[in-house]
């Protein structure tokens, strides 16, 4: 018999932007193979993750998903939904609302985010009361002049694909200590399973180490600094196989009826970030285009070299976005059109 370490990690209730939490379950397993039949279900207290009142504070923690934990021994990293106390999905539960239960949605996020000096509270790089040079040297750059954090971002790296998780590709972006990584997942659930997963790892990777991680779309304010987002690039079958710029335009525009529903799930902040400037549309208006990185939503000129078969990337998701409700959103308005 081993000693098995679960990590339970789970959404709270903050709104309007929800923060991991987790715990250790310690299990004694006999040839544990890491399956999510292995696993049964566990409460927390959620009076105090503002999802329960005090009088009646039990909540279900129901594993969804399962990882390696490449920190530990004997570790794994359990994805998990929060139910009620009578087997309902909570309120706070956004990936129960996903409808893709055939897998047809696949999604690639891309995860902007800034590394922030615990002392300073500024981005790596970033002296105290000032301002490095200006963007643009940052932008996968290379070197002690302009790269800050490499360290951090390639062993984030290494722990995302020895957990397994499907880990496409880091670079830095244009602001002095931002970042970015991407994912992709065949299936809406487990692309948001394993943004959240990288999050966590991300996350605990900063820990005594001076540093944590900054989601705020716009964490530097009104400057001429970029922002982040979490671009989600996405397709069905439809947009993989139609062959058709008319169906392209179909399903692009069946997104502008809804523009305030997309956005109200978008993230917190967001409006900071959407001005029409730094590679964004404006959050009042709607637009798309083939390889327009200022439109709201860009048609990949790749997607078009090959005859309108590929994806469409939607690129006004923060980078605090919940990629449960960005996907559930983007299925809702994509679905209906045949």
């Known amino acids: 018999m081993a000693k098995i370490k679960l990590e339970y990690l789970w959404l709270d209730g903050y709104k309007p932007t929800q923060n991991l939490r987790s715990k250790t379950k ?28 005090g009088g009646s504070s039990d909540c279900i923690l129901k594993p969804v998903a399962i990882y390696p934990d490449p920190s530990r021994i004997n570790g794994y990293l359990v994805m998990t939904e929060v139910l009620n106390a009578d087997g309902t999905p909570h309120e706070s539960n956004a990936r129960a609302t996903i409808e893709d239960d055939d897998n047809d949605f696949w999604f690639g996020f891309e995860q902007e985010y800034f590394i922030m000096n615990t002392k300073t509270e500024l981005p790596l790089g970033f002296p105290r009361g000032g301002y490095p040079a200006p963007q643009g040297m940052y932008y996968c750059s ?40 991407q994912l992709f997942a065949k299936g809406a659930k487990k692309a948001g399973d394993e943004i959240w997963v990288a999050r966590y790892l991300l996350d605990r990777l900063t820990e005594g180490r001076g540093m944590y991680i900054e989601y705020h779309p ?22 993989r196989t139609c062959g058709s710029k008319e169906k392209y335009a179909e399903i692009c525009e069946a997104f502008r009826p809804v523009v305030d529903e997309h956005i109200a799930v978008y993230g917190e902040f967001n409006e900071q970030r959407l001005t029409g400037k730094h590679e964004t549309a404006s959050i009042n208006d709607f637009s798309w285009g083939v390889s327009d990185r200022g439109a709201s939503i860009r048609i990949p000129i790749i997607a078009v070299e090959k005859g309108y078969k590929g994806w469409l990337e939607d690129r006004r998701p923060s980078s605090n976005a919940d990629p449960y409700k960005v996907a559930a959103r983007i299925i809702k308005t994509v679905k209906p059109v045949k």
């Open 218 to 239: 716009k964490p530097l304010g009104d400057t001429d600094w970029n922002g982040s987002g979490m671009h989600a690039n996405f397709s069905n079958s439809i947009l």
């Open 142 to 181: 290379v070197g002690g002049r302009h790269t800050h954090g490499r360290d951090l971002v390639e062993e984030h790296a290494n722990l995302c694909i020895d957990a397994g998780l499907n880990f496409e590709g880091i670079n830095q972006e244009v602001a002095s200590g931002q970042w970015e990584f």
């Open 26 to 53: 310690v299990e004694e397993h006999e040839n544990f193979q890491g399956t999510i039949e292995e696993l049964g279900l566990w409460s927390f207290d959620g009076s105090s993750t503002q999802q329960a009142s």
